[in-house]
């Protein structure tokens, strides 16, 4: 157990839909990070917050938006949603945020478009 | 151009055998940071190690072990032994944290699927 909490674990919802997945970090963790994986694409760093602040932008689309809460869960909003959007979506927490720290992964949600 | 290449895909080997995993990354910083995580069937994220740019001591877990080389931008990752329970897929990752925009996230390779048979 890694104790990082994603909900749900399986979402189904279909096409031009809105979601929301919910993240809780390790106790202690003030980094959140959020990652997709999908067969194509593989696994792709999307956004992380520090602290309640937006830190670093990978890879996320202009319909995905994230924030962090002060009491440090972490949101993944993802909107108007495509087939291509079905993938693995995981959180992941860390103490700080300079990369020295190991990222912990929570078990993933998995969203299915139909 | 990919930053963490994994070049081989799956490997198969019969139980007891050694088996090591290719990574090999790119970048352009001073200080970074590599890292193995492990993808069990069960579809998780297992942290296994993390490595500094400056430390290339080779560094032993039980039947894991791990070799850096930055001569070679190499991070490759070694069981011996190999047991069917270390079927998995395997992920090396690189964070560079000071580069331009600070991101702090994981660049990751396509994966390693390891298959040990019994």
């Known amino acids: 157990d890694s104790g990082v909490t994603q909900t749900p674990k399986h979402l189904i919802t279909a096409t031009g839909q809105r979601v929301t997945l919910r993240c809780s970090p390790r106790?202690?963790?003030?980094?959140v990070y959020w990652y997709q994986q999908s067969l194509d694409q593989g696994l792709q760093f999307l956004i992380q917050?520090?602290?309640?602040?937006?830190?670093a932008k990978g890879n996320i689309l202009e319909r995905f938006s994230a924030q962090q809460f002060p009491d440090l869960h972490s949101e993944l909003n993802l909107s108007s949603l495509e087939l291509g959007d079905s993938a693995l979506y995981f959180c992941?927490?860390?103490?700080?945020?300079?990369?020295?720290?190991?990222?912990?992964f929570g078990d993933g949600t998995r969203l299915s478009i139909l | 151009a990919q930053k963490v290449t994994q070049a081989q895909t799956e490997i198969s080997v019969v139980e007891k055998e050694d088996v090591t995993l290719d990574c090999v990354y790119e970048?352009?910083?001073?200080?970074?940071?590599l890292f193995w995580y492990k993808q069990p069937p069960s579809g998780e994220l297992v942290f296994l190690i993390r490595?500094?740019?400056?430390?290339?001591q080779n560094e032993i877990s039980g039947r894991y072990s791990w070799n850096f080389q930055k001569s070679t931008s190499s991070f490759n990752f070694t069981i011996t032994a190999s047991q069917v329970v270390d079927s998995a897929v395997y992920f090396c990752?690189?964070?560079?944290?000071?580069?331009?925009?600070?991101?702090?996230?994981?660049?990751f390779g396509k994966g390693t699927h390891l298959i040990i048979q019994p």
């Open positions: 990752a690189l964070s560079e944290p000071y580069s331009g925009g600070g991101a702090d996230g994981l660049t």
């Open positions: 490595r500094n740019s400056f430390d290339e």
């Open positions: 992941a927490s860390s103490p700080r945020a300079d990369g020295n720290q190991p990222q912990h």
């Open positions: 970048t352009r910083d001073t200080t970074y940071y």
């Open positions: 106790s202690g963790d003030l980094s």
């Open positions: 917050y520090y602290n309640g602040e937006e830190r």
